[in-house]
Structure formats: C-alpha cells, structure tokens
C-alpha cells in the first residue's frame, strides 16, 4: 500500500496559482497511475488530473490549459500547478494513486488526507 500526503493548499485570489504536492512513501510510485480529485462542499469527488507511469496525462474539461499535473519519480512525489484559479475551484483537493488504467474512485487503492483549496473573488 502507498502512503500518500497532500501538501500546498491555501487560500489565493481568483487569478492566482498554486501548487500541490503529493508525497509517496512505502513504495515507489513510478509503476503507479497517479491522480489529483477534488471535492467541494456538498458534491461529489470529482476527478481532475491524472498522469501514468508513462508520464501521459489527462485533464478534466474544466481544468484543461489551467492545470499540470507532473511527478518527479526520485522524489517519489506527485504535483498538480494550478494556474488562473477560479472560485469554482474551491475544494479539498486529494492524491490518489492506482495500477489500472481508469478514471474512476475506483480504479485508485490508495488516497491522501486531502488539501483545502479555497479561492476567493
């Protein structure tokens, strides 16, 4: 099982940026799929971002061009650049990681404690 902490969320203004991190350990992370969802109050968990051992990455439509999802294998950790942020991006936002191939809740066995997101306008 991969341990997974978010780190980096924040309150910023509509406009700004920031950076999440997501720090692996008890294994390595470079066979997994790893993901960044979100969750806003009273809503669903959402997916957002995912990038595979392989380093192609997919975006949700509502992030795409906005945010970058990379990860730095020798670190072991997972990152998610949010640019342009808006106050629709509000959530706590969590790391996952998975070896399937899919987009779902489930197709991820291991997730972090989440990160809050708060943008304000």
């Known amino acids: 099982q991969v341990q997974l902490v978010e780190s980096g969320g924040g309150l910023v203004q509509a406009g700004g940026s920031l950076r999440l991190s997501c720090a692996a350990s008890g294994r390595t992370i470079s066979n997994y799929g790893m993901a960044w969802f979100r969750q806003a109050p009273g809503t669903e968990r959402e997916f957002v971002a995912r990038?595979?051992?392989?380093?192609?990455?997919y975006y949700a439509d509502s992030v795409k061009g906005r945010f970058t999802i990379s990860r730095d294998n020798a670190k072991n950790t997972v990152y998610l650049q949010m640019n342009s942020l808006k106050p629709e991006d509000t959530a706590v936002y969590y790391c996952?990681?998975?070896?399937?191939?899919?987009?779902?809740?489930?197709?991820?066995?291991?997730w972090g404690q989440g990160t809050q997101v708060t943008v304000s306008s």
């Open positions: 990038i595979n051992w392989r380093n192609s990455t």
């Open positions: 996952a990681a998975g070896l399937s191939l899919g987009f779902r809740l489930t197709d991820f066995g291991s």
